[in-house]
């Protein structure tokens, strides 16, 4: 793989599942992210990474948990979800947040909670 | 707060000049950026400003004035297939990325 991957692509979700969403990169980028973009708004920061072993709260962590246990890996789990979760979601890295910041993005998840 | 500022949906003609703007209200800055969106993909990046002036990459060029709080993207030659979203986004004092809503751009023939 080259790149960023996300898995599933898209999933239909009954309100009150569980969910994780997947997130592999091979670029050894040390930070990553993960954005929703709803219709009419910016991208919005869920959670971040800038290292393995280390994550922080973006603008909208509520309902989201992460976990980065190595340099590759940043699944975002939706402990239980609710209808207002239904977005597109985006996982980015860059090589630092320190430098350019350059952000690569997987092709995107599209959740639908209903 | 913090606020990005772009205009929603710009139309323009194949073969023209388009300029995008860009105002913006963040806690530090640390660099803006400029992001291409097609419907339905992901971001791919465009350009990346820290100091003020214009960068010129190609067919498309990006301003900066960090005192204005302002930059610009600007795509000459249009060609159908930059029919897109544009978005803009500056870096802030915690080095994370805030994103404006996005411009719509409709390229017609």
């Known amino acids: 793989i080259a790149g960023i991957t996300q898995a599933p692509t898209s999933q239909i979700l009954a309100a009150g599942r569980r969910m994780t969403l997947r997130c592999t990169q091979d670029?050894?980028?040390?930070?990553m992210y993960w954005y929703r973009q709803d219709l009419g708004l910016g991208l919005r920061l869920i959670h971040y990474?800038?290292?393995?072993?280390?994550?922080g709260k973006g603008e909208v962590p509520d309902g989201y948990s992460v976990s980065r246990a190595n340099t590759d890996d940043f699944p975002l789990t939706l402990a239980s979800a609710v209808p207002s979760q239904t977005s597109v979601y985006f996982c980015?890295?860059?090589?630092?947040?320190?430098?350019?910041?350059?952000?690569?993005f997987g092709p995107g998840t599209r959740l639908t909670v209903t | 707060g913090q606020n990005i500022d772009q205009p929603t949906e710009m139309t323009a003609t194949e073969g023209a000049i388009v300029q995008i703007n860009c105002t913006y209200q963040?806690?530090?800055?640390?660099?803006l950026f400029w992001y291409q969106q097609h419907a339905g993909e992901a971001p791919t990046f465009l350009s990346y400003?820290?100091l003020d002036g214009l960068e010129e990459k190609g067919r498309f060029s990006s301003f900066l004035s960090r005192s204005k709080g302002y930059s610009y993207l600007l795509l000459k030659e249009l060609q159908m297939k930059d029919s897109a979203s544009y978005l803009c986004?500056?870096?802030?004092?915690?080095?994370?990325?805030?994103w404006g809503a996005g411009t719509k751009l409709i390229i017609k023939p």
């Open positions: 980015a890295s860059s090589d630092s947040p320190g430098t350019s910041g350059k952000q690569y």
């Open positions: 670029m050894r980028h040390n930070a």
């Open positions: 990474s800038n290292t393995a072993g280390t994550t």
């Open positions: 963040t806690s530090g800055f640390n660099g």
């Open positions: 400003n820290v």
């Open positions: 986004a500056v870096r802030d004092s915690n080095y994370q990325l805030i």
